[in-house]
């Protein structure tokens, strides 16, 4: 948007009659405006408020120039949802919500095996889809009288609904819930403290960080654990604005450098590039030399080697390699070595941002 439509000149002039505010509706500060003027239309999601605060209308998704000054023109203020039941009622849709997340996606678990045989008519992905959704819009929507249920899906319900049910309770961040979700963190099945995780990433609450961390420093936790929890971990100090914490910074060290996975490293060295905090650069240097694949981007492959240097980068300053890629003669000479070879490896798929003042990678063609 902002370097197709919004510098289309007739753009420009319609624009003039408002006042552009851009917010990241992640952080804990904007938590206020994202659940007045919840996201609507996919991303980025723009809402039109009146000089009194009320909503006038609401759009979302990418638009070119034209079509942006069409939506931006007529689109209508949402109508508001039907009215909500109450008593048994309520009590009846939060469950038949609930039930909806344990239906397995088309051609997985027995319905996919059944469906396979011809004993059972294939159902739409995307009505599939649409039917998740849809419970999980609605559960959001009814809020803090269907959290007990919630909680109980999330301990005693199946993987699948478990998970489901904690993101929604991420996402109403019922004070009264985050007490048992530190507890379930500690529960004996992995998919409830998979499940717990994911619900803690949703409140992006600095108060849960000591025992996501904790997961993180269990040697005998499950891996699968252990990456949702540094993930929602990423997602807590990423919400707020310079946490400076240097206790999380050797834990997310340590627990890099004590377990051999690829993703997982690059998940804590993703977690600490959110963080303020000064760390000895000398423990980055096992990471640099370790040239693994860890995500596969779209446009490029991320290794746990360039993680490590953006996390080098990132608390040492962005002028250690010049555009030339001269390393700085101040830093120790084994890294200096590293950041030359890296370079030099590299340098036919980089671009020198002047911006940041850092090497990013080249997207590739197609």
Known sequence: MERVTFPD????????????????????????????????????SFAIVLPDGTLRRQFGGFHEPTPFLD????????????????????????????????????????????????????????NWAKGQNAALYELTR???????????????G??????????????????????????LLRHRRSRVRIAAAKGMAGYCDRAFLPALVGRLEDCHELLAVR??????????????VGIADTA????????????????????????LRSLESRIDLDELFPFMEDRRVAFVFPCKEDTVSDCAFLVFLHFSGHDLIRADGAALESYKPKVVAFLQSWYQREKEALVWDPELRHYRKRKRAG
């Open 248 to 271: 999380l910074a050797k834990a997310l060290v340590k627990a890099a450098r004590h377990d051999d996975d690829a993703y997982f490293r690059w998940e804590c060295l993703q977690a």
């Open 227 to 240: 990456n949702e929890a540094v993930r929602a971990i990423d997602r807590i100090v990423a919400s707020y």
């Open 158 to 183: 199946s993987a699948r609904a478990a998970e489901r049910c904690a993101v929604v309770l991420g996402r109403i961040r019922a004070l009264e819930a985050k007490p048992r979700l530190a507890s």
């Open 71 to 126: 939506a931006l023109t007529n689109a209508k203020a949402p109508e508001p949802g039907p009215a909500l039941p109450t008593g048994p009622a309520l009590k009846a849709r939060i469950k038949k919500n609930i039930e909806t997340f344990d239906k397995p996606a088309p051609g997985q678990g027995l319905t996919g095996v059944l469906e396979w045989f011809g004993l059972r008519r294939r159902q739409s992905r995307a």
């Open 9 to 44: 000149p007739k753009v420009r002039e319609a624009l003039k009659k408002h006042v552009a505010v851009k917010i990241n509706v992640e952080r804990t500060e904007n938590r206020v405006v994202c659940e007045r003027y919840r996201p609507l239309g996919g991303i980025p």
């Open 142 to 156: 009814i809020g803090k009288p269907a959290v007990p249920a919630l909680l109980h899906a999330v301990e005693h």
